[in-house]
């Protein structure tokens, strides 16, 4: 942020020449270190909910289908339904694998909807269980929600057409930037719908990136700091192996404990990136309590789980230290 402030980033005109520099290097930079394939775009939004927005105003025309086992995924079907009445879903259980080969996908689903982490309780889908989403249902497009697991895990984009998360999860930067990775089938189907409606409609933003350049004056602290970022960040394989091992350990050092537990009890879709504690509610509410005192924030409970557990968020910009400070605790008054 001071380089940002010394190279005059936060005073940049957005239609200047260097802003269409560091917007151009943020996208290379996103695109290099998380190996987006060839072809697909990167874009920027404000936030990850603004790329549900875009998901339906310009890739649905009537129907979106929702899988999801979780709150941001069930919000993001009622998102869905505001703009599409006709929008549909399943939820799945806490405990099971994502269904890919249910029968409950409706034939005239044009976009399928999968929340890759939910946030809100800690599972995620497996890249294999993408995989054969993608090889059951080959014509529909297929958009994930990654906004926890996005610059933390090494997702195989090739598997959906549409990927949209934020910076303030995985990426560690200050809320208020989205990020939308699109294929080139996805943008075909939004040529076919046409939608040219909205400020933020896809084509019209699309037009502009390719420009380096946006509809509306964007987040230019945001592009930039998300650039530095990529920039320092080791490789996105060897930032997952790191997160997988000290989620590894989470789970087994929360096993030792009677009193609070893994809210998620199936190893195959516990999350790396949060990790879910459940415990009675007077639990709960006292643990908060005691961290609160120790200068330790505890991340609340959402969602139908919002009273009953709390989350460690395993994201690449919490170091060590934290780690060890949060444990010892635990261990202290769990
Ligand atoms: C945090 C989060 C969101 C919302 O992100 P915004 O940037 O606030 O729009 C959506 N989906 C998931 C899975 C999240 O974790």
Known sequence: MLDAFDEGIVQMNHRSS?????????????????HVPEGYSVLFTSSA????????Q?????????????AFGKKWLEYAKRIHPEAAGQ????EEELPAKTGAIPPDAEVLCVTQNETSNGTQVKKETLRQLREQY???????DATSSLGGVALDFTTADVWL???QKCFGLPSGLGILICSPKAMEVAKQIGDWQYYNSLLFVHENFEQFQTPYTPNVLGIYLLMRVMQMRESIESIE????????????????FTAMQPLVQNEAVRSD????????????TALKEKAKQKGITLGNGYGDWKNTTFRIANFPAITQEEIVVLKDFLRAEG
């Open 18 to 34: 260097g802003f269409m520099e560091v917007c151009r290097k943020a996208i290379e930079e996103v695109k290099q270190k998380l």
């Open 49 to 56: 909910t603004e790329g549900w927005e875009i998901v339906s």
């Open 58 to 70: 310009s890739l649905t025309v009537q129907k979106s289908f929702h899988l999801y086992n979780g």
């Open 91 to 94: 939820a799945f259980g806490l």
């Open 138 to 144: 080959p014509t529909p497009l297929i958009a994930v």
């Open 165 to 167: 998360g934020s910076v």
């Open 241 to 256: 192996r790191n997160l997988r091992q000290q989620a590894a350990a989470w789970y087994a050092f929360l096993g030792q």
């Open 273 to 284: 990136t949060v990790i879910t504690v459940a415990a009675d509610e007077k639990r709960v």
